[in-house]
């Protein structure tokens, strides 16, 4: 494997490397433990002397086939898959952020996400500040406590299509000492990679573009091994672990301490690992994103387009569009491609956006994102609906707002249907 490969090529040759005789395809090694002949070499393995695989929870050769290609695609140096994208957002913070901290969030993020911090993090002792994205870098700093450990926001803000200001953000993160942490889901490493901006971890939802066709839910950490931890606010990843014979991670793991942090105390003791099967299937996802990607962000461009003209549609929000707060950012950080996300008010309110998503007959109506095939979700009585009017306002949810998730069909048999389905929509 070559690092300095392009992205197509790492997708494709990434993460696995046969040797003579072994399997051309990555096996699913579907087996909870491993057999040794040796009682050192087992206790070698424990002490996290040697590398290799005691049991799956903690690693396993299929998800760390997955973990490799991701890492590279990703340019981190090293990453953790997890069960789900709330699993793996959930430890990112927790690996570093202990009851009586504190985080910063940008205020528009995935619903779940939103929930995860302002409901079940604070029951954790750990407290989360929201601040708005457009706010300024003096703004941003005011939310920080002496006590907080880290700057999280997403690449693409997830309903509301916001690109995050990469330059604002880990100039702030930077400059009070904590990781810039980015949910990369909708941007994926093809369309953007955040540590060539600054961010120092990247967290997904494996379940959408990187699985692609909606088979298995799944998360990923990863590493951009590019935080210095040894600052005096992260003691807990320099100093000696009780819980491991006294292991130091930065100094026996250097740039993948984070992770290997990770694996061993959390997925060890909270246990939300991959199937293997899964990150079988991711592994394979990832093989074709940068051609899936391509084909979501053309498709969403052209319908947003479409839709932005049409006279049953009061607005459409896409960051391709030149009407889009952040078209100008997307031109900079996003260059490829804005991904497949978009959304757009419907003439006639929540009552037509109902009728639209009925009418619909290709595109699904389908609480997913990321999937080749297009859907459609009203996400005020979807994915959003724990939230009050005011939460759901705050991260970007309108009652009139439909999204799409644009999928990889032919855009004549997108626009046709969406049509068909709009004119629905009004009677
Ligand atoms: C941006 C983003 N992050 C995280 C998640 C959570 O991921 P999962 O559903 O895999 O737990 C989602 C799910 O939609 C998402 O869209």
Not at 13 to 34: L, N
Not at 67 to 78: D, P, T
Not at 272 to 282: E, R
């Amino acid at each position: 494997m070559n690092p300095d490969w392009k992205i197509e090529t790492l997708a494709i040759q990434g993460g696995y490397e046969p040797k003579q005789g072994e399997p051309r395809i990555v096996p699913i090694v579907q087996s909870t433990t491993f057999k040794y002949d040796d009682a050192d070499y087992v206790a070698s393995l424990f002490d996290l002397e040697v590398p290799g695989y005691f049991y799956t929870r903690l690693a396993n050769p299929t998800a760390d086939a997955f973990e490799k290609k991701i890492a590279q695609m990703e340019g981190g140096s090293a990453a953790l898959a997890t069960s789900s994208g709330q699993a793996a957002i959930s430890l990112a913070i927790l690996n570093i952020c202990r009851a009586g901290q504190h985080i910063v969030s940008a205020s528009t993020l995935y619903g779940g996400t939103y929930n995860l911090f302002s409901a079940t993090l604070p029951k954790f002792g750990i407290e989360v500040t929201f601040v708005n994205p457009d706010a300024t870098e003096d703004e941003i700093a005011a939310a920080f406590r002496p006590e907080t450990r880290a700057l999280y926001a997403e690449t693409i803000g997830n309903p509301g299509m916001n690109v995050l200001d990469f330059a604002k953000f880990s100039a702030v993160a930077k400059a009070q000492r904590v990781p810039l942490v980015v949910d990369n889901t909708m941007a994926t490493p093809y369309l953007c990679r955040p540590f060539d901006l600054g961010a120092n971890i990247v967290v997904h939802s494996a379940t959408k573009y990187i699985d692609g066709h909606a088979t298995s839910v799944g998360g990923v950490i990863v590493d951009g091994g590019n935080f210095n931890w040894d600052n005096g606010k992260f003691p807990e990843l320099v100093e000696p672990d009780n819980s491991y014979h006294g292991m130091q991670y930065v100094k026996t793991f250097g740039p993948a301490a984070y992770t290997v942090k990770a694996r061993v105390q959390l997925m060890r003791d909270l246990g939300p690992t991959v199937a293997p099967v899964n990150a079988f299937l991711f592994y394979h996802g990832l093989q074709t994103l940068p051609l899936r990607m391509q084909r979501h962000s053309e498709n969403a461009l052209a319908l947003a387009e479409h839709l932005e003209s049409h006279p049953c549609v009061s607005w459409a929000c896409y960051p391709g569009l030149k009407s889009h707060p952040s078209h100008e950012r997307a031109q900079k950080y996003l260059p490829k491609g804005c991904s497949g996300v978009l959304t757009f008010g419907i003439k006639g309110g929540a009552v037509a956006g109902k009728k639209f998503m009925e009418a619909c007959r290709l595109i699904a109506l389908v609480v997913h994102v990321g999937d080749a095939r297009s859907c459609v979700l009203h996400p005020a009585s979807t994915t959003h609906r724990q939230l009050t009017e005011e939460q759901q306002i705050s991260t970007g949810v309108s009652p009139d707002l439909i999204r799409l998730s644009v999928g990889i069909e032919h855009i004549d048999d997108l626009i046709a249907d969406v049509d068909q389905a709009l004119a629905a929509s009004q009677k």
